[in-house]
T-cell receptor, first 109, second 114 residues
Framework: GQNIDQPTEMTATEGAIVQINCTYQ??????LFWYQQHAGEAPTFLSY??LDGLEEKGRFSSFLSRSKGYSYLLLKELQMKDSASYLC??????????WGAGTKLIIKP | ETGVTQTPRHLVMGMTNKKSLKCEQH?????MYWYKQSAKKPLELMFV???????ENNSVPSRFSPECPNSSHLFLHLHTLQPEDSALYLC?????????????FGPGTRLLVL
């Protein structure tokens, strides 16, 4: 079966750096997405990786290793507004998105 | 504001009621999706429409009935639901079913079935 694993919950301190990991086992690979979802709100697109390596976008970076079935989302200079759930999703060979259950990130002052 | 709106935002219904969820996208996209989101579970894809044609139905019970009258509007008709159907129902759209397919989500309808 297809599976996406990410930690259920993480806690970090304002101003620090946090890395949220995502491992996947899917039928084929056509890209990996990270979304942010604040409580009671819509998931919003953060990043897309299809080739190995690091994609940087401001305070957020996303890394992919296809050979290891692994990605991470790196958040720098954490702010209180970064408290949210972070969803990892992989598009398989049928172009279907397979979703992880999300990582709830709690930022403490 | 992602350009995808959903109404109502909250809905409480009994198991014998009939209700409909509405989704509208203002992004000029051709693909629209219904997802179910339950606490601490992955998003579950329910239905996909591409250019108004239903292309996927992921073994969803018949008490959920989608309708896509045009590329901008998507409905989910609900009848004789069960308490386990209580969840957040998210609508999303993307340019089309293939390609990079970044999906843009609406805020969801929080459904409670009593």
């Amino acid at each position: 079966g297809q599976n996406i694993d990410q930690p259920t919950e993480m806690t970090a301190t304002e101003g620090a750096i946090v890395q949220i990991n995502c491992t996947y086992q899917t039928s084929g690979f056509n890209g990996l997405f990270w979304y942010q979802q604040h409580a009671g709100e819509a998931p919003t697109f953060l990043s897309y990786n299809v080739l190995d390596g690091l994609e940087e976008k401001g305070r957020f970076s996303s890394f992919l290793s296809r050979s290891k079935g692994y990605s991470y989302l790196l958040l720098k200079e954490l702010q209180m507004k970064d408290s949210a759930s972070y969803l990892c999703a992989v598009r398989d060979s049928n172009y279907q998105l397979i979703w992880g259950a999300g990582t709830k990130l709690i930022i403490k002052p | 504001e992602t350009g995808v709106t959903q109404t109502p935002r909250h809905l409480v219904m009994g198991m014998t009621n009939k209700k409909s969820l509405k989704c509208e996208q203002h992004l000029g996209h051709n693909a629209m999706y219904w997802y179910k989101q339950s606490a601490k579970k992955p998003l579950e894809l329910m239905f996909v429409y591409n250019f108004k044609e239903q292309t996927e139905n992921n073994s969803v019970p018949s008490r959920f009935s989608p309708e896509c009258p045009n590329s901008s509007h998507l409905f989910l008709h609900l009848h004789t639901l069960q308490p386990e159907d209580s969840a957040l129902y998210l609508c999303a759209s993307s340019q089309d079913r293939e390609g990079q397919e970044t999906q843009y989500f609406g805020p969801g309808t929080r459904l409670l079935v009593l």
